[in-house]
């Protein structure tokens, strides 16, 4: 994997009823293609995370937590339905958050894709990258 992004990240979906800041660095990006992920984004997951104890609300008025299982929660924008974050139960000290909700240049690369085996049939996955079956 490559090294983190330099701090300072901001970002929000379309509306802007959710915004948001991340002090700290970002882990590359990776996309996820489970198939609740596919779902709920309507493609595939591509997530990088931040400390959560590191991202700060500048508006989060419109932002509401889809719990799907006991362990997973899926942060949107309730009124425009931009996809924004994840967070899993055994990594409660992060947040991951959807790349594309970032503002740019956000200077992040992808450099994993989990879950290929789950990917839609109607997606080519990029072979420049490691993809795997599951989760590891």
């Known amino acids: 994997m490559n090294d983190p992004s330099p701090a300072g990240a901001s970002g929000g979906c379309h509306c802007g009823g959710v915004r948001y800041r991340v002090k700290g660095p970002l882990r590359e990006v990776i996309n996820c293609h489970c198939e609740p992920c596919r779902r709920i984004t ?5 997530g990088t995370d931040a400390n959560l104890g590191e991202v700060e609300f500048d508006a989060d008025e419109t932002l509401t937590w889809y719990h799907p299982t006991d362990t997973v929660q ?3 924008c309730n009124w425009c339905g931009s996809t924004l974050f994840w967070r899993a139960d055994d990594k409660a000290s992060r947040l991951s958050i959807s790349a594309g909700t970032l503002d740019q240049p956000t200077g992040l690369t992808t450099g994993l894709a989990l879950f290929g085996d789950e990917a839609g049939d109607y997606h080519n996955l990029d072979t420049t990258i490691e993809t795997l079956p599951g989760d590891h």
Request: no cysteine; net charge neutral; proline share 0%.
């Open 74 to 76: 899926y942060g949107f």
């Open 42 to 46: 309507g493609h595939f997951m591509a």
